[in-house]
T-cell receptor
């Protein structure tokens, strides 16, 4: 079966510090990978998605970047965090199979920028 | 562009049925999903329905789809306090990599 792992689960970072959130998927190959942000426990904002190694699409201009160095690894980064980067970050993947492009989420990472 | 709308809050008494509604605009939607998010956790897929279906039942969950009106609902029978969570409706089409999510409905279950 397929699983998704995301870490760290929680982090507190000062303004201006770098960020690296990592996500890996197991049990499948060539998944589509996504990073979402959820502010104040509500709606999802798609930040980046990737359909293959080295292929990154950005949905919103921001202080963040994403990379996909391996087929099942997706990394969210920032060189200098802003207070507005605080939020709940969710990694996700899709598997095109009998249930279509159903999207599956990781457990999320809480980021607080202080 | 595509849009998915949900009411923000629903409050029910334990043991009653809950009905969470969702409307969408994309007529090419082929899959419609319901996700549950408990506090501090990721989104968990509850169920999904193909656009050529009218209804799907899975234990206490019943999904109804009115494709003509682009209306989707999730009924939870015998609602329990453990059902308290945010429920997200989402739609996807076979040609798009990106599903569209609603803003979520907070279900509050009172004992």
């Amino acid at each position: 079966s397929q699983t998704i792992h995301q870490w760290p689960a929680t982090l507190v970072q000062p303004v201006g510090s770098p960020l690296s959130l990592e996500c890996t998927v197991e049990g499948t190959s060539n998944p589509n990978l996504y990073w979402y942000r959820q502010a104040a426990g509500r709606g999802l904002q798609l930040l980046f998605y990737s359909v293959g190694i080295g292929q990154i699409s950005s949905e919103v201009p921001q202080n963040l970047s994403a990379s996909r160095p391996q087929d099942r690894q997706f990394i969210l980064s920032s060189k200098k965090l802003l207070l507005s980067d605080s939020g709940f970050y969710l990694c996700a993947w899709t598997y095109y199979g009998r249930d279509g492009n159903t999207i599956y989420f990781g457990e999320g990472s809480w980021l607080t920028v202080v | 562009g595509e849009d998915v709308e949900q009411s923000l809050f629903l409050s029910v008494r334990e043991g009653d049925s809950s009905v969470i509604n969702c409307t969408y605009t994309d007529s090419s939607s082929t899959y419609l999903y319901w996700y549950k998010q408990e506090p501090g956790a990721g989104l968990q897929l509850l169920t999904y329905i193909f656009s050529n279906m009218d209804m799907k039942q899975d234990q206490r969950l019943t999904v109804l789809l009115n494709k003509k009106d682009k209306h989707l609902s999730l009924r939870i029978a015998d609602t329990q306090t453990g059902d308290s969570a945010i429920y997200f409706c989402a739609e996807g089409s076979g040609g798009s990599y990106i599903p569209t999510f609603g803003r979520g409905t907070s279900l509050i279950v009172h004992p």
